[in-house]
């Protein structure tokens, strides 16, 4: 499998935007780029995942390379609410449980 | 929807005991899997099944036992708990496997072996 590599914390001020990098360098052409967060003493929550192009929704927006061998998960505007480790995974096409690696660990500070 | 739910929340064992962790979801979801989740580390997966009748082995399946008989329900049997199986146990279900579809999960169980 793909691996994704994260640097293992991050962070932000409340109200400012927050980038998270992914880096997935051996990313597949045919592989998805997902994003799960796990909040304090709860299951992992999907965020978003995408293919190639760039992705909006309610949660975040994904921001895939050209080249995809990176990607970053955008949150608009942190809020303390959104303090959680979040997991970026590749998911095959053909499909496959997916792998967790650490995680980056966003930190948000008032 | 309720979604993924898992009981119990919390469980102490003795070593040596068995018991039974419950999952079910109410989506229809063909797959489901569980993780485990060891302290400051990522999840693990241990077993997980593509369908009723079928399940297969993840990456951590020493000590633990599944079956499906129903699209809702996946338990896990722990045989014979050891205090290496201390952690939160997370089970998740998934409309397809294919690349496109996200995961939900449970929120855990949390379980002490002493």
């Known amino acids: 499998d793909a691996k994704t590599t994260q640097p293992n914390s991050m962070e932000s001020n409340e109200e400012e935007p927050v980038h998270l990098p992914c880096n997935h360098s051996t990313i597949s052409g045919t592989d998805y780029i997902h994003w799960y967060r796990q909040l304090p003493s709860q299951g992992p929550e999907y965020v978003i995942h995408g293919l190639t192009s760039n992705v909006n929704n309610r949660m975040a927006s994904l921001a895939i390379a050209e080249d995809r061998k990176s990607s970053t998960l955008i949150l608009h505007r942190a809020t303390l609410r959104d303090a959680a480790v979040y997991y970026c995974?590749?998911?095959?096409?053909?499909?496959?449980?997916?792998?967790f690696g650490g995680g980056t660990r966003l930190m948000v500070k008032p | 929807n309720a979604g993924v739910t898992q009981t119990p929340k919390f469980q102490v064992l003795k070593t040596g005991q068995s018991m039974t962790l419950q999952c079910a979801q109410d989506m229809n979801h063909e797959y489901m899997s569980w993780y485990r989740q060891d302290p400051g580390m990522g999840l693990r997966l241990i077993h997980y099944?593509?369908?009723?009748?079928?399940?297969d082995q993840g990456e951590v399946p020493n000590g633990y036992n599944v079956s499906r008989s129903t699209t809702e329900d996946f338990p896990l049997r722990l045989l014979s708990a050891a205090p290496s199986q201390t952690s939160v146990y997370f089970c998740a279900s998934s409309y397809s496997l294919a690349g496109s579809y996200e995961q939900y999960f449970g929120p855990g169980t949390r379980l002490t072996v002493t």
């Open positions: 099944s593509v369908g009723a009748g079928i399940t």
């Open positions: 995974i590749l998911r095959g096409y053909a499909g496959n449980m997916l792998t």
